[in-house]
């Protein structure tokens, strides 16, 4: 285990965004430049590419703030997404998380780089937006983590993600819109919890290769995995942008604060015992096809 300080974890994160070669011409080009999945910043589109496809991914993401003492927590997620088929698409994940915490109310004080989790994504897409009404992806995404995403703390956690991918094309070349429900059920010996998510987005291109979007993500929290007792929830809004840095390259940046939540037990404005104040995400996504 490395030590790291709350400044590294956000320098590290940012570090990596640095384009890399051209190796091919990226998919999806039905409507020129447009790749739903990553138009949209944490929210996500229903693309998922074509069949034979690999991508990788370098997803590097910060969150910072508590009610009081400092807190930062990264991640950094690396992986190969490669297309079964058309319609379904496989993406095994490692990541990595780094935390910086001190004098945080109910946290332990922590200061390292560890590994954090494996997970494999699977995609199946049930409808295509360039051809359907709107489009329609499924995710499943079984986890392993073994520390806690929020303290750092050592764990053994077990999670199944599910997630609907929703979006369409509201105004041809100019407007396109997402929704993103989930639920994610983790498992672990002493504090199983499950999560909803309801999420969604706007997108439009400003010049060629580039979308401003913005997102708004709400998100429930309970103990057990069968949403049991509420124990608070948290509203995220910002914008984020999309870059085609090169044919084969896409850059997604974006920046979320909590404006709106309560956390059970605390009757102050926010959710900063089972969120965070602001999250700052990204994505470098290179086709190698």
Known sequence: MTRVTGAAILCAALAGLVPTPVLAQ???PATPGVDTEHLFGVTEGSDIGKAKETEIEFEPSVRLGKRAGAYAAGS?????????????????????????I?????????????FESVSVDTRVRLANWRTAPFGLTLSFAPSYARIDALS???????GFAMTALIDKELIPNALYGAINVGYSPT???????????????LSVPVAPGWFLAGEARYERLYDGVG???????????????LVQVSKNTLLTVA???QVSGHAVGDPRALDLVNFERQQFF???????D
């Open 26 to 28: 990226h998919g999806h």
């Open 76 to 100: 950094t997620g690396f992986a190969v997404k490669y297309g079964v088929t058309d319609a379904i698409r496989v993406a095994p994940t490692v990541r990595f998380g780094a935390h910086a």
């Open 102 to 114: 001190g004098d945080v109310p109910g946290l332990g004080n922590l200061n390292e780089l560890t």
């Open 152 to 158: 750092g703390t050592a764990t053994d956690q077990y």
């Open 187 to 201: 498992w672990s010996h002493a504090d199983p919890t499950s999560a909803v998510k309801l999420a969604g987005a």
């Open 227 to 241: 949403l049991d007792t509420f124990a608070g929830q948290s509203l995220f809004v910002g914008p984020s942008a």
């Open 255 to 257: 920046w979320n604060a």
């Open 282 to 288: 990204a994505r470098l996504a290179v086709s190698l």
